[in-house]
């Protein structure tokens, strides 16, 4: 489909994921599979590589994980990815190589890519951060309406049902997201764009994009 070239936010060369998300049209129908993706590919793990931890953990001899970190499973945390102090993975997350969990960050039914950067009291939930992708202290995706209804993707005038109750946010490869900033259910955020700190966003911004507020969406130079 011409309209879903939009949503095509990741580069899907280096990340352990890759087969889940070439399986689907929209990025957002890989949520209700992570975890029986990770279940299944956890028991093929190279052992030489990764540490099998209590019950669906698996996590990388190279990675850096701190002792005061919560996690739960099914988890997979990759190569040389660091959990810091009091990070909260609550399951069903996938960790990418070199990617940063950080102090007081809780995690939800996600997956991070490669170098995916949430190093300070982030909130994700039932999202997925591309390679590079930075969420700014504080800045988090809010996955449930105040209403409870399903979510549904806006991009212009053309509305996208997910069926999905609980979802977070798309974001890109190499996104920055302003300190402080809300990802409301259902935002997507095209590759290499940047929102600005404060930001409340709703809906598809494209790539290459600044992201001021709702009325001033302007491209890159």
């Not at 280096?14 to 957002?28: M, Q």
């Not at 209804?149 to 212009?156: D, F, H, S, W």
Request: aromatic fraction near 8%.
């Amino acid at each position: 489909m011409e309209e879903c070239k939009v949503f095509k936010l990741y580069n899907l060369e280096e990340t352990i994921a890759k087969n889940l998300l070439k399986s689907v049209t929209y990025p957002w129908e890989v949520l209700p599979k992570i975890e029986n993706f990770i279940l299944e590919l956890g028991k093929k793990l190279d052992k030489d590589k990764y540490n099998k931890i209590g019950e669906n953990i698996w996590i990388a001899k190279t990675a850096k994980v701190s002792p005061t970190a919560y996690i739960a499973g099914p988890t997979i945390i990759e190569e040389y990815a660091e959990i810091r102090h009091c990070a909260f993975i609550r399951g069903k997350a996938i960790v990418g190589k070199n990617a940063i969990v950080g102090n007081s960050t809780e995690l939800k039914n996600v997956i991070l890519f490669n170098k995916a950067l949430v190093p300070h009291y982030n909130y994700v939930g039932d999202s997925i951060l591309g390679y590079k992708a930075h969420m700014g202290a504080g800045s988090i995706t809010s996955n449930v309406k105040s209403d409870k209804r399903l979510v549904v993707v806006k991009n212009g005038k053309q509305q996208i049902k997910t069926e999905l109750k609980k979802f977070g946010a798309m974001i890109g490869d190499e996104v920055e997201i302003g300190c402080g900033s809300i990802l409301n259910p259902g935002s997507v955020i095209g590759k290499k764009s940047n929102i600005y700190p404060l930001s409340s966003v709703r809906g598809v911004i494209p790539e290459k994009s600044i992201y001021k507020n709702k009325n001033e969406i302007v491209e890159k130079k």
